[in-house]
């Protein structure tokens, strides 16, 4: 595996516009400004940016999540779209119709948010079908969490995926909890071996290290690419914030996150890694982390700035044509 | 003009769309049949009812895509594919599996367009079985369609004869949004004239099957064939029955309902789902707002009653609005 | 009387009968919490809302039973369980994910005791949290009884404040028969007077919560918050509205409403469900047959329309039912 | 596994009984006397015996498929009642109106045959739960084809059964077949396998062969009364007609129907090997042939004279109490 300068930083440069995103957004949401229910992704930035560097705009396609910011930011989503789109605004990326949790952009290969737990994969595998029939050599990518994997669509979708040879990627992306259960409890046996279990080629990986998992990644894409049908991933992953943003947390122990942060961000590994191997030097990271800020900045005041969306757009658009 | 069955109607038109264009695929279980089996894999069905018959044979596995068991993946994959590009028919074989589903209709495919901000188009066809009178019991036999009927973003298509079939799937099938088609199993062996060629028949346009100035009755799918026997039976004995076969619930032809209202002063609608936010209810609702100052009498409706579908033939038949229980109903509302 | 929430409401009903009876038991996502977690297990949570809080420490986690992200299991295991001895009461945490666990309820359940020739008793809850109003978005707002009202063998549940929701809940788990209780969100921090003790409310007895002779208004859920809204501000211009709780979809107290109707001559339904084959169409379709010689004006309906819900608050509220809107229909109508 | 003759000889007349049911009902069905749709069990007996042979009446539960006839029988229902119930008549198991589809009994622990695929996993999982919390010692058991288990129901069963550890025996029946397409197509991986993803024991079984199936249940039944939680038991089994009593069968080779008759037919493995071993003389058998023949014409002809169900009963027992 082999990331080129300009790989590392662009993939610098989506961790930590994701970060900073959530960060903000969580600030943001504790004072009052943003609607709605919001699962912030800090911690697992490295499971979405270690894949999705490796999909391209227009042939490969994501399914999300409730936690899809991330996976936006990764898939290359306008940031300043997102927020207002967060914001519930006008120019938001859905028209402020989606909101976080059903926050989209077809025009960049995203299924969309989810607000239904696993109801992404049997979308993604519809995408993977048109990539297989149009033979555009694309990949779909559902996002699962460790709480989803339980839900019978994801089971059905491995399967179909696994009969149909489908070109596709089942991102596991296990951080431990689903909501306030632990994994330990509620998602019996391994996620990996369900997978197996289908015949679909799998791994498991450390989410926190975004070669790991870009290098799992590297393998199942190019399997899929080339025929090879579905492989899955089960990425060990780091919730940095509770379920949703102004969670308690009553059900972890005290300074549980804060050991996260510590020992499991992957930034932080990141920089590690490529400072030591000399790939990277701080300074331009430290340059990126003042652009990002900067960035996200702007979203919010932006964001913040737009106008509601137009009464009339209530009844716009549920329809291509009304009859 | 040649006739043909309502099932001869379905296939033809999803043959000619498929020839048309080679986005349109078929997915769903055993719509071929045969994969995998010990006779080598040819195409062994063509569904259950043998509706899509010929079609794998025609146009190959990979745009006629048997499936596993899975109708939440079939529906979901169906609807994913008509996100990014394609044009899929999906086959849920009976509507009764509506219930292991329903979230990618519902929360899914229906809302993609207004959830993502008017950017998606989700050409999405379900062809789907309804409809009780085969004794298939409580499981297999529903008239499922209000409960889609009420889901804003889909289109709910009840063609009630083999001519309306064709042309209505047709425009299903080009159709940029997503459509629920609601084939009657108990019409399947019906005939009347269809023509060869390709046509497409609108949504949300009803058909006036029987012209009269006594009373309306408006029908849905099958009942529209008891209401039209009820309509000819009472014109012999001089009473001018209008009769409207709705074809789409969703869009719903409001207009043609309220003027022919507006016509006769009664109004009877005829369904074959449980009474309870039915369609029938609907109608009726729709034209005591909108028609109430020509209304000469009160709004009834026959449909079934609030119980699952017995299995007994039997009790499946008193179940049933017949064409009896029509013409109790509407002759009594004659003489209001 | 002391003063309660809806949400306290709601647990203490569930507390009182868990006490009275050890079949009582809750199955659900988090309503507990904990499970499994670093913190050692305890009950963390108690539902997403707060509502089952303190009942795991109560009762224990063998009656308050958090189960993994599977609503078709969830909502099956408690079926299962009713039919053979228990009385659970499953939670469905939002009331869309009936997308993913419909076939349960629909096939399953609800046509148990039918389908099995009457020897099935499936004392069966499920409550559900409905009803927009929170910025949640187009898959976590949606009114959804009208789906399930039109099921026959199930009994819906639609209770407007604090008193109804304790009483309903109460007769729910006593009930022999699968009930849906549907809790809005947007009421859970309403409160009235509630008494300590327990008390049943019988299922299919609307309640009359402003007499009233110039018109009807009839209401589901947090709409009749807002029907009583709009009888208060008119009264003041001497104009008298009675309004009518449904209280339960399914069984329908139409008699109460027929009886209004037949006194007062105009009816005005408002439901927060989308406009076709909904709960306000049924009621009107009801009065337009068997109150239609006492009626002096169009029945009208007052819903959200045929949209999805919007996650920006602005559209949401211009979607939902506001007394505003109430308000120009019934003053419309009374003009008529 | 010691089984005496009366065990022996009731688990004999059990297949017997479901084979004559069976045969007999596909000649009735074809003369056009049966209404709905059938489905029929003929060639799998010694799967649903083998199991339900150790399971009691009060406290023991199954789950069945629209394949219910011999999860009927095995459990002990009274095969007149089930005659009339298919037949749809007044004196039928469920009063005529569950038919084949649908047919039940809670008195034997019978939850329903199922005409969902998928539909009684999770119903056998609340069965379970009864058992656990009222301590009866009771198991439940759903059967569930290589179709049905790739409904997401299934694999949301399996996990949940393994989370609350409940007492089950997850019974599937691999015929082969999922209507008129194969298991070796549509259902990826092993099903096996796929339980043991969830943490749950499995073994693999011919379910031809009674004692193997009643050996393999054994032991999972006397897990799941211990408090071990499930287990799933995947028996090969061979369906003799085809989907439905009617099916052309245009999917399968010519003369493969033939073969299972002859190779693997559990009465004939059953018979041969109870001679070989001495333990019950063909004579008996025989016998017992004798008189489950005239069982069935018994319930035939007592089915074909029972009355229609009384039309009062169309608006019947839809609720326990109307308000
Ligand atoms: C069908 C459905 N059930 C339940 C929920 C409520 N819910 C939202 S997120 C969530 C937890 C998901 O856990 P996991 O899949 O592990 O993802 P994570 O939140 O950890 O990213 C739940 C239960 C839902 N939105 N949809
Ligand atoms: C939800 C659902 N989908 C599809 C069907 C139609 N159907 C009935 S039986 C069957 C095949 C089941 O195969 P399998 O589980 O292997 O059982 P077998 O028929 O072999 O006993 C199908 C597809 C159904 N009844 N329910
Ligand atoms: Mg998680
Ligand atoms: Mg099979």
């Known amino acids: 595996m082999q990331l080129s300068r300009d790989q590392l930083l662009s993939a610098y440069r989506r961790m930590r516009t994701i970060r900073e995103f959530e960060e903000r957004l969580h600030v943001e949401?504790?004072?009052?400004?943003?609607?709605?229910?919001?699962?912030?992704?800090?911690?697992?930035?490295?499971?979405?940016?270690?894949?999705?560097?490796?999909?391209?705009?227009?042939?490969?396609?994501i399914g999300s999540t409730h936690r899809g910011h991330g996976?936006?930011?990764?898939?290359?989503?306008?940031?300043?779209?997102?927020?207002?789109?967060?914001?519930?605004?006008?120019?938001?990326?859905?028209?402020?119709?989606?909101?976080?949790?059903?926050?989209?952009?077809?025009?960049?290969?995203?299924?969309?948010?989810n607000a239904i737990v696993g109801g992404a994969p049997p979308l993604a595998l519809g995408a993977a079908l048109s990539a297989k029939l149009l033979k555009t050599g694309g990949v779909a990518v559902p996002f699962i969490g460790d709480g989803a994997a339980n839900?019978?669509?994801?089971?059905?979708?491995?399967?179909?995926?696994?009969?149909?040879?489908?070109?596709?990627?089942?991102?596991?992306?296990?951080?431990?909890?689903?909501?306030?259960?632990?994994?330990?409890?509620?998602?019996?046996?391994?996620?990996?071996?369900?997978?197996?279990?289908?015949?679909?080629?799998?791994?498991?990986?450390?989410?926190?290290?975004?070669?790991?998992?870009?290098?799992?990644?590297?393998?199942?894409?190019?399997?899929?690419?080339?025929?090879?049908?579905p492989s899955a991933?089960?990425?060990?992953?780091?919730?940095?914030?509770?379920?949703?943003?102004?969670?308690?947390?009553?059900?972890?122990?005290?300074?549980?996150?804060?050991?996260?942060?510590?020992?499991?961000?992957?930034?932080?590994?990141?920089?590690?890694?490529?400072?030591?191997?000399?790939l990277l030097d701080q300074a331009e990271m430290n340059a990126i982390d003042v652009e990002v800020m900067q960035l996200i900045e702007d979203a919010v005041a932006e964001a913040k700035a737009d106008p509601q969306p137009d009464p009339e757009s209530l009844y716009k658009d549920v329809y291509v044509s009304y009859n | 003009m040649p006739i043909k069955t309502y099932r001869e109607a379905i296939n033809e038109a999803l043959r000619q769309e498929m020839e048309a264009n080679d986005r349109v695929i078929i997915i769903g279980e055993?719509?071929?049949?045969?994969?995998?089996?010990?006779?080598?894999?040819?195409?062994?069905?063509?569904?259950?009812?043998?509706?899509?018959?010929?079609?794998?044979?025609?146009?190959?596995?990979?745009?006629?895509?048997?499936?596993?068991?899975?109708?939440?993946?079939?529906?979901g994959m169906a609807a994913g594919a008509a996100l990014t590009g394609m044009r899929p028919v999906a086959e849920l074989m009976f509507a009764d599996f509506i219930g292991v589903c329903l979230d990618q209709i519902y929360n899914q495919a229906a809302k993609f367009r207004y959830m993502f901000g008017g950017k998606a188009r989700t050409p999405l066809v379900v062809r789907t079985m309804i409809g009780a009178g085969m004794g298939a019991g409580p499981q297999h036999s529903q008239a499922i369609y209000p409960m889609l009927t009420m889901i804003p973003g889909l289109k709910v298509i009840v063609p009630s004869n083999a001519y309306d079939a064709k042309g209505l799937l047709i425009q299903a099938i080009r159709d940029d949004d997503p459509v629920i088609f609601c084939e009657h199993k108990s019409l399947l062996g019906d005939s009347?004239?269809?023509?060869?060629?390709?046509y497409a028949i609108p949504f949300g346009q009803a058909a006036i099957t029987r012209k009269g100035s006594d009373l309306t009755l408006v029908g849905i799918s099958?009942?529209?064939?008891?209401?039209?026997?009820?309509?000819?039976?009472?014109?012999?004995d001089g009473i001018s029955i209008e009769v409207i076969d709705i074809r789409t619930t969703s869009p719903l032809d409001a207009a043609t309902i309220l003027e022919s209202v507006k016509k006769t002063g009664r109004l009877v609608v005829v369904d074959e789902a449980n009474p309870m936010c039915s369609v029938a209810s609907e109608i009726a609702s729709i034209a005591a707002s909108d028609a109430f100052d020509y209304l000469d009498a009160p709004i009834k409706k026959v449909t079934a009653p609030h119980t699952p579908v017995p299995a007994s033939p039997t009790l499946e038949a008193l179940y049933l609005p017949t064409p009896d229980k029509i013409e109790v109903v509407v002759r009594d509302l004659l003489e209001y």
Chains 1, 4 share one sequence.
């Open chain 1, 29 to 61: 949401f504790l004072s009052g400004t943003v609607p709605g229910f919001l699962h912030l992704y800090s911690g697992q930035e490295a499971i979405a940016v270690g894949i999705c560097e490796q999909l391209d705009d227009d042939r490969d396609y």
């Open chain 1, 71 to 113: 996976h936006c930011i990764a898939k290359g989503v306008d940031v300043k779209a997102m927020m207002k789109e967060i914001y519930c605004k006008k120019n938001g990326v859905c028209g402020g119709k989606g909101g976080s949790m059903h926050i989209a952009d077809l025009d960049k290969g995203m299924l969309g948010a």
């Open chain 1, 151 to 229: 839900q019978g669509t994801v089971a059905e979708s491995m399967n179909m995926a696994a009969v149909l040879k489908l070109p596709m990627v089942f991102m596991f992306e296990n951080n431990g909890y689903a909501e306030f259960t632990a994994a330990s409890y509620a998602t019996a046996g391994s996620i990996e071996a369900r997978a197996k279990a289908y015949n679909i080629p799998a791994v498991t990986v450390d989410g926190a290290d975004f070669f790991a998992v870009y290098e799992a990644a590297r393998e199942a894409i190019e399997r899929a690419r080339n025929g090879g049908g």
């Open chain 1, 233 to 278: 991933i089960e990425a060990k992953a780091y919730r940095f914030w509770g379920h949703f943003a102004g969670d308690p947390q009553r059900y972890r122990a005290a300074g549980e996150t804060k050991e996260l942060r510590e020992n499991h961000d992957c930034l932080k590994i990141f920089a590690d890694k490529v400072t030591q191997a000399a």
């Open chain 2, 30 to 75: 055993d719509v071929a049949g045969g994969a995998g089996g010990s006779a080598g894999g040819a195409e062994a069905a063509g569904g259950v009812m043998g509706i899509t018959a010929g079609l794998a044979t025609k146009f190959g596995r990979d745009r006629v895509i048997d499936t596993p068991i899975t109708e939440s993946a079939i529906i």
């Open chain 2, 192 to 198: 009347c004239e269809v023509p060869d060629e390709p």
């Open chain 2, 222 to 236: 099958r009942m529209v064939k008891f209401c039209n026997e009820v309509a000819d039976r009472l014109q012999k």
